[in-house]
């Protein structure tokens, strides 16, 4: 294994289903940095206002209930676990349900708050590979490497849909193409954090590449950096 690289930050935004995942979990992997899934923090936030009954229009309750929450993200047999106040609740925050509440909940401007609080005190130290909608805008403005993923709808539509098979959830690609062309329409034209690319980061496009090549590219991005 090759030795960890200086703590360097690498942030990576893109629309759903760009692959995003994917590669921040392999780059961390391979230069033994810390992944963070910054979607799963509002997924898990999304999952407890259900579940209490919260209504998801209401921002400041919302927030309330994220305030008493204790939200951690492990890492055991390179499988990523999600603590929602002690409770793993990794395979819950992936239903249809959750996804569609994620919207309105990351749209409140006083939840965003708290949950990049959480970040950047997890990234402070550097070492991590962060991806979410604001994470090289918002979230870790001066990380060392940007990226911003894209890939057309077709590909990520596809993506999605074996990710859902795979958990048991039968859909079609034309459910899902519907479904992502209305998520990127709430995650790019919301008020509060808007998904952007920002001028100084890079753009891969994953629709007709391999996984091990956008990894590879995001290495060596990162690599150069950390060499310079
Ligand atoms: O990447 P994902 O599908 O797990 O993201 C879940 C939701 O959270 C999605 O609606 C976008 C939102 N999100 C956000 O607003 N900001 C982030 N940094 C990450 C995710």
Redesign the pocket.
Known sequence: MKKPMRRIVIAIDGP?ASG??TTAREVARRLGLVYL????M??AVTFKALREGIDLKDGDGVAEMTRRTHLELQWVNNEQHVLLDGEDVSLAIRTPEV?AG??PV?GHPQVREILVGWLRRMGATGGVVAE????TSV?FPDADVKIFLSADIEARAGRRMKDLESVGVATSPNEQSELLSR?DHA?SSRQA?PLVKVPDAIEINTSHITIEQQVQRVVDLAREVAEA
């Not at 899934?37 to 799963?40: E, S």
């Not at 979410?132 to 994470?135: F, H, M, S, V």
């Open positions: 759903a995003k995942s899934d910054t979607g799963a509002y997924r996804t994620t919207t990351s979410g909608r604001d994470t979230v998520r995650d954090s």
